[in-house]
């Protein structure tokens, strides 16, 4: 399935033909779909480009050249609608009649005879051939190489011309597809591409199957971990009634009553959660959406009221492709066989670790469930297995409190039930599927899917649909697991506990306390058993996002839920 652009891209930005010529899948993911991420060297590029991009100085008419022109002109935008093309120029320098553009580059400058790789010199190849068709003079360009200061000449040949109107061209016709390309195979480029994280080539390139091929179950040994294996920044969560969230120069500052009580580089945040009635500045607000940092308002219980984000994802593409797979009811059937099979899986798991004892065929059950939901002929049929399923999971969930814990002995826990939950450990639950939900939901509005248009559970008013859907298989693996490691470890107690009519909720000291464990439990590493390589819990909810993505994209056959052995 393809999205076809309605008309042909009018004028391509020559940056985007240095990235086509570098790899044609990082030009349709920049270009066409939008996506950006930045990495130590795009961060070092900025800074070289500090000067060139600020504007100044002016450029002569063509007409007004004569013999004793000194230009000297910064950050010259510049177009032509015959080529299809328009460049922001770093600096445009002159000497008389003639003009030529430079090119700031970060780094220092290759060994190699023609001075810079391919994809700098068609980029700068561009900007000259922009230049002529608007009637300037111009027969080389310069790369200045901020590292070496160095100047490399580059001169428009008629072959480095041809080459740099063929791959304008490819650009072109790329775009308009639909289609994106497919990974690099195991390229050296790839471990330095600023959105290796989003393109996921190698994962990609391992689950890319033919239809005849069935998907593979074990990883190979030469998957590469090229995104980063945990996010660094963390996530800020302000529970306090009356607190106001401020700025203060690049820190995110928050008081009580006027007075300071905790603070956060603003570089070092992933998210803003406040709980209750707690006020954030207009000016804090505007910086942390102009840093995509999402503010998420939560109700005093936990419970999601709205999301502060900047404008939408501008994939417009994935999130068309998951609006028209919704409507299909095949694939809904075999992403929710996906869903419901990873959650029944990694439940079977937990209980095998961690449970004392067990029934004897409790486990068989589990499995042979999660064989049935692999097989479920619709949807209505999975909600009945999924149903089965849990009933034997949390009818004997207490058997993996630790008999002789202290604390444990203070918790008893029969069944699930919400709404309100009747007793400590389903008020534990209940909040940390909470929390679990905004997790995901703030991970796929990152990735640009709607987390409200879901496959395996039905679209409804305010239900982030989607966001269930994702969260399923791991439901057992961090919320769950969370409650018994807490319980376990005596890390909650029931004096944390407010109970009252039937129904129990969360103290101030115990929500902070379960606020710390489910952030530790996120930042857990653990090795993906399909590419074989550790990744924290946060960037696995991530790489699933990106992987049903590239599901619906038709990158991929089949979504592979995430599972632990």
Not at 269 to 290: D, H, K, M, P, T
Not at 364 to 386: K, P, S, T, V
Not at 420 to 443: H, Q
Not at 497 to 510: H, M, P, Q, S, W
Request: charged share 25%; net charge positive; proline share 7%.
């Amino acid at each position: 399935m393809s999205f076809a652009l309605t008309s042909s891209p009018d004028q391509i930005p020559a940056r985007m033909i240095n990235e086509y010529a570098y790899c044609p899948r990082l030009f349709y993911l920049e270009y066409v779909q939008q996506e950006w991420a930045h990495s130590a060297d795009t961060l070092e590029g900025r800074f070289a480009h500090r000067r060139v991009d600020q504007e100044k100085g002016t450029v002569p008419a063509p007409d007004d050249l004569t013999a004793e022109t000194h230009l000297h002109a910064r950050s010259v935008m510049i177009g032509s609608e015959k080529l299809g093309a328009v460049a922001r120029i770093d600096l445009i320098e002159g000497e008389g009649t003639r003009v030529t553009p430079v090119d700031y580059k970060r780094g220092a400058p290759p060994n190699i005879p023609e001075g810079a790789w391919e994809p700098e010199r068609v980029q700068l190849c561009l900007q000259g051939l922009l230049l002529r068709e608007n009637d300037y003079p111009c027969n080389e360009g310069v790369l200045y190489f901020a590292e070496t200061q160095a100047r490399v000449v580059i001169p428009f040949t008629e072959q480095l011309i041809a080459r740099t109107l063929e791959l304008l061209a490819g650009a072109r016709q790329t775009a308009a597809s639909g289609v994106i390309p497919p990974p690099l195979v195991q390229s050296p480029k790839c471990p330095r591409c600023s959105l290796v994280g989003i393109c996921l080539p190698d994962e990609v390139n391992f689950l890319r199957t033919t239809v005849d091929t069935p998907a593979p179950t074990s990883p190979p040994g030469e998957i590469r971990r090229l995104a980063p294996a945990r996010d660094d920044n963390l996530a800020v969560y302000v529970q306090g009634q009356g607190y106001n969230v401020g700025l203060k120069g690049e820190v995110l500052e928050i008081r009580e009553k006027g007075r300071a009580v905790s603070e956060a580089r603003l570089l070092e945040i992933s998210q803003v959660n406040l709980y209750g009635n707690v006020q954030i500045s207009a000016q804090a607000l505007r910086e942390l959406a102009a840093r995509e940092v999402p503010i998420l308002h939560l109700s005093y219980g936990g419970w999601l009221s709205a999301i502060t984000t900047p404008p939408p994802h501008k994939n417009i593409e994935l999130r068309r492709r998951q609006f028209q797979s919704a409507d299909d009811a095949r694939i809904c059937l075999a992403l929710a066989r996906s869903f419901v099979s990873g959650k029944i899986r990694n439940t079977r798991t937990l209980l095998r670790r961690n449970a004392q004892s067990l029934p004897d065929g409790l486990l068989y059950r589990l499995a042979e469930a999660r064989r049935r939901a692999g097989r479920a002929a619709a949807i209505d049929q999975l909600l009945g297995i999924e149903g089965s399923a849990a009933c034997h999971y949390f009818s004997h969930f207490i058997l993996m409190f630790k008999a002789g814990a202290k604390e444990a002995n203070q918790f008893d826990f029969q069944s699930r039930n919400r709404r309100p939950p009747r007793d400590p450990v389903n008020a534990l639950l209940s909040f940390l599927y909470s929390m679990l939900v905004k997790e995901v939901v703030i991970t796929l509005i990152g990735v640009g899917l709607d987390p409200y248009l879901g496959f395996y559970h039905q679209p409804r008013y305010g239900r982030p649909a989607l966001a269930l859907d994702m969260m399923e298989e791991f439901r057992p693996l961090i919320a769950d697991s969370i409650v018994i490691g807490m319980i376990n470890n005596g890390e909650v107690r029931r004096s944390d506990f407010i109970e009252r009519a039937g129904a129990a909720a969360l103290t101030d000291g115990g929500r902070k306390r379960v606020i710390e464990a489910y952030e530790r439990r996120l930042d857990v590493m653990v090795t993906h058993p399909r590419f074989g390589y550790a990744i924290s819990y946060r960037r696995i909810l991530e790489v699933q996002a990106r992987l049903l993505a590239r599901f619906l994209t038709g990158e991929i056959n089949s979504y592979p839920p995430f599972y632990t052995r």
